[in-house]
């Protein structure tokens, strides 16, 4: 008998026992469904992670400061400076260079002396304006006030200085032989605090200090068709004349890179969940393989009439191995379709759209084929190897 008339038997076979295949085959469209929604759903991540960093970073390389001492000031002090951005500009295939931006590493901030009487520490200053800060006593300074000699310290600033942090309220503190008035005092920094950390001036008070503003990392954005990493080379060169004495390294920081490494990360997130998730293709390949072995036993006649006129084992065994696959065949579609249907419903209430690759619609496919064949192979065997008198008269 032919390859295509096996399959006409097969499908024969099937449509004689509809609801039986169909209960056979859910087993199969939930596990494919899963998978093909959480394919789908990773594959969109990826994309939006790197859609994002093309649009904000294709042609940008991030330089930062790496101290040998890690707890150093020094890698606060002297690491980038305003003059540094000039600098860099001038070299070939630079377009522009500024202060990195979302991170700590994107702050301006000026270090400075401060005193009060024979208390005397160290001030990281910052502006307030745009930030909102947590006040533990005082108030801070509104902008009526921006061209008055007014100051936020920060808890630890004012702890040192006076014995109850309170007590600095409207006292006078000297910043570069300029007198502050105190006018509030910041809570405590938490462990990840950023503003509790700094004390506060106004923008006219911080630029009147004559304190060229720190930057502790750059972003340098080159021409397309120049090499990132020799460009770097010559910023390093650059940075590292500027600053001859710093102690530490320059190092570069490609948002590309990151942007791969994310793209593993999600890559392996999904393919591990994915995986979880196929352990109901498993189910529904060991339902596959009973009702493969029912559909042998309430057939052992029509095998063993077969097999009586000439029917070859082979042919047999690719009749019952075909049902195997179409079951899971179609099953497969279904589960591929109803997991991309799902996956869209996901996709309202996620930021971003998930999307269905031609990888994970043909690997779903090819899996519950494998799965049709590994789970159907042995009643199909079984089948084949039937006695043609026991199966006819037992």
């Known amino acids: 008998m032919s390859v295509a008339n096996l399959i006409k038997t097969a499908i024969s076979s099937l449509k004689s026992h509809k609801l039986r295949t169909f209960l056979t085959m859910i087993g199969i469209i939930i596990g494919i469904s899963s998978v093909v929604t959480i394919l789908s759903i990773g594959n969109g991540l990826k994309r939006e992670v790197v859609q994002s960093s093309e649009d904000t970073s294709a042609n940008k390389i991030n330089v930062y400061f790496q101290p040998d001492n890690l707890g150093a ?3 606060l002090i002297e690491s980038f400076t305003k003059s540094d951005l000039n600098s860099i500009t001038r070299i070939e295939g630079v377009q522009k260079v500024e202060a990195a931006q979302g991170s700590i590493a ?3 901030i000026v270090m400075s002396d401060i005193s009060y009487f024979d208390k005397q520490t160290m001030v990281i200053l910052d502006t307030y304006e ?3 800060l947590n006040i533990l006593h005082g108030r801070v300074m509104t902008e009526a006030e921006d061209n008055r000699r007014l100051i936020v310290l920060d808890y630890n ?3 040192t200085m006076f014995e109850n942090p309170e007590e600095a309220l409207g006292k006078g503190v000297n910043l570069k032989g300029t007198y502050y008035e105190v006018v509030g005092v910041l809570a405590e920094a938490g462990m990840f605090s950023l503003t509790g950390s700094y004390s506060y001036v106004s923008e006219a008070s911080k630029e009147g200090m004559g304190t060229e503003e720190v930057i502790s990392a750059i972003d340098v954005y080159i021409n397309p068709d120049m090499d990132k990493e020799a460009v770097f080379e010559e910023v390093k060169t650059e940075l590292e004349k500027n600053h001859p004495n710093i102690q530490g390294e320059y190092a570069l920081q490609d948002p590309q890179a990151i942007t791969k490494v994310f793209e593993k990360i999600i890559g392996g997130l999904t393919a591990f969940i994915a995986l979880i998730t196929g352990i109901s293709l498993f189910v529904g390949g060991i339902g596959v393989m009973n009702i493969m072995y029912v559909s042998v036993s309430e057939r052992k006649r029509e095998i063993g009439i077969r097999r009586a006129i000439g029917a070859k084992p082979k042919s047999i065994l ?4 075909f049902e195997a696959i ?4 179609i099953g497969g579609l279904l589960g591929i379709l109803s997991g991309y249907l799902f996956s869209k419903v996901v996709g309202i209430f996620i930021p971003f759209e998930p999307v269905l690759t031609l990888g994970s619609f043909l690997g779903s496919t090819f899996t519950s084929v494998i799965v ?3 789970f ?3 009643p199909a065997s079984k089948a084949s190897k039937m006695d043609p008198i026991k199966a006819i008269y037992l």
């Not at 690719?318 to 191995?321: I, K, T």
């Open 326 to 329: 179409i079951i899971t065949g």
């Open 130 to 132: 745009g930030k909102s």
């Open 157 to 159: 600033t004012a702890k």
């Open 318 to 321: 690719l009749q019952f191995l």
């Open 106 to 108: 994107g702050m301006s």
């Open 376 to 378: 159907g192979i042995i």
């Open 372 to 374: 049709g064949i590994v």
């Open 73 to 75: 000031d020094y890698s």
